[in-house]
């Protein structure tokens, strides 16, 4: 796409192809894209003769390039990018999306999103190197389930460097640090049943305020929230747990931290503190 403005509504794209955006690339355009489905898109690391070099295969389904586009109603299944954004790549709007089972295979991240804004979306078994479901973005209203990073050095089981409103997290996993969440904010949210590798079960590196966490798990330090230099207000922890220190929190107060008006129900670690650790 490469107009002024476009609507694109009850579409089907199924086992296209491409560099940047085998369903759809846009550039400079204004689009609203309604009532689609993305399938088995694919964009690949290729070379370009008619342009230079190599096109690395970044929005599976949509690339968005210098553009305003509002996509709602829509699904994104079974998509595959070779570097980012399995799903779409750009500051998108997705509104009242599924995004199901999208991968990012070996760049920075987002199984689903790279970027971008999600509203009232699902996003259920997407896998990255970081961030299994969005990279760096914005996610309002979301539920992620069972989303996962792949790589041994991989963050962010759910989303990376994204904040969170009023979210709900469960069975994400990460082979490193952070469950559901490594960086970002999370406000009035839910984490249940995270998993971590290594530290924060649910959160790695971020600011929680007003949030729920259950049975989370990090292997090492941190069952549910590990950082340092961060806030943590007004939260609930129940039966989290750290194989290392830290069945709830672990703190690093190499920098200030705040903690306050927050219950620890039933967490238990394996070496020091069931509830807080600070070192």
């Not at 987002?110 to 999600?118: D, I, P, R, S, V």
């Not at 904010?185 to 924060?200: E, P, Q, R």
């Not at 590990?226 to 703190?251: H, L, Q, V």
């Amino acid at each position: 796409i490469n107009v002024q403005e476009s609507n694109i509504t009850n579409c089907v794209f199924e086992q296209n192809n491409g560099g940047y955006g085998a369903g759809i690339y846009s550039e400079k355009s204004s689009s609203l894209i309604d009532n689609c489905k993305f399938i088995m898109q694919k964009a690949h690391w290729l070379y370009n003769t008619g342009q230079s070099g190599y096109l690395d295969g970044m929005g599976g389904a949509l690339n968005v390039v210098d553009s305003e586009i509002e996509v709602y109603n829509s699904n994104f299944t079974d998509n595959y990018a070779f570097a980012r954004g399995g799903g779409v790549y750009g500051d998108v709007n997705a509104v009242n999306c599924l995004f199901y089972n999208n991968v990012g295979d070996m760049g920075e991240g987002g199984g689903a999103m790279y970027g971008g804004t999600a509203r009232n979306c699902t996003f259920e078994y997407n896998d990255a190197n970081n961030g299994g479901a969005m990279y760096e973005g914005t996610a309002i209203n979301c539920t992620f389930i069972s989303n996962a990073v792949h790589r041994s050095d991989g963050k962010g089981g759910a989303v990376y460097d994204t904040n969170a409103l009023n979210c709900t997290f469960i069975k994400n996993t990460a082979l490193n640090n952070g469950g559901a969440m490594y960086g970002g904010n999370a406000y009035n949210c839910i984490f249940i049943n995270n998993t971590a590798y290594k530290n924060g079960g649910a959160i790695f590196e971020g600011n929680v305020t007003n949030s729920t966490f259950i049975n989370n798990r990090a292997q090492v330090d941190g069952g549910a929230v590990y950082g340092s230099n961060k806030n943590i207000f007004d939260c609930t922890f129940i039966n989290c747990s750290a194989g290392n220190n830290g069945g709830a929190i672990a703190f690093d107060t190499s920098d200030s931290v705040s903690l306050a008006n927050s219950q620890f129900i039933n967490c238990h670690s394996n070496n020091q503190s069931g509830a807080v650790h600070l070192s």
